[in-house]
């Protein structure tokens, strides 16, 4: 026999709730990421990170015309339909994924090749398709719920233009328009999303299941990084030997 139902929590404990296990558990701390960040990643490897983390790029559209798929609100679909607008672009060569692979060209990698997601690690394709089977799987809230790593997003994106100017001068500075364009756009979205689920989870049992789906987010991103810093960074710490 169960016991009482948790009354849930108020607003702002659930979103602090929220924020707290998202902060803990983002890949900004992930090793390969500091790496980058400290410009100790050789061009090798600051490239197979901007090739197989396209991929991640080609599935976050994908996931966001499920999400719009489980909605009945129209007000709701014509917020959230912006979001493949900016990946997608609204004409050929626009939007992020464009962004993206310019970003490929700049340092140093084929623009087919990219795009053609041939050489993605098989690790980094699975954990790629866990989230939009995470999104396809899940209710609306928690697929919502899933999307919130976005509101760390614009603190990291502020910190790896940064990075990458003063690191990489090879990079130049003109195809970091991704990063830039991520930091506006990423704050935009992740107030809506939390707004959203603060409002809809409205038990607490709800508010328990939109915690594990951000969570079950997080852990899919720092697998991505484990499959490349494996492939690419020699265990224990130490560079690989492609430095450039």
């Not at 404990?13 to 890949?27: A, P, S, T």
């Not at 930091?183 to 409002?199: L, M």
Request: hydrophobic residues 40%; glycine residues 6%.
């Amino acid at each position: 026999m169960s016991g009482p139902a948790r009354t849930p929590l108020p607003r702002e404990e659930f979103i602090d709730w929220l924020r707290r296990e998202g902060q803990k558990r983002y890949h900004d701390g992930h090793r390969y990421h500091v790496l980058m960040h400290e410009g100790k990643l050789s061009r090798l490897q600051l490239q197979q990170w901007v090739l197989n983390r396209y991929y991640y790029q080609t599935r976050i559209p994908i996931k966001d015309a499920l999400i719009l798929a489980k909605s009945e609100d129209p007000a709701f679909r014509r917020m959230w339909i912006r979001r493949i607008h900016d990946h997608d672009g609204t004409a050929d060569g626009e939007g992020g994924l464009a962004l993206w692979l310019r970003l490929a060209e700049g340092v140093g990698l084929d623009r087919e090749e990219v795009a053609s997601c041939r050489s993605v690690l098989p690790g980094v394709r699975f954990a790629c398709d866990a989230y939009v089977e995470l999104v396809r799987s899940r209710s609306l809230l928690e697929a919502v719920a899933s999307s919130l790593t976005e509101f760390f997003a614009p603190d990291i994106m502020s910190k790896r233009v940064l990075a990458w100017e003063k690191h990489y001068p090879w990079v130049s500075p003109q195809v970091l328009d991704y990063f830039r364009s991520r930091v506006t756009r990423a704050r935009r979205d992740s107030e809506e999303a939390i707004e959203f689920v603060a409002r809809h989870a409205t038990a607490y049992e709800l508010q328990e299941r939109c915690v594990a789906a951000l969570i079950r987010k997080t852990e899919i991103l720092w697998h991505l990084l484990d499959c490349v810093y494996a492939a690419y960074i020699e265990p224990g710490g130490r560079l690989g030997s492609g430095r450039a």
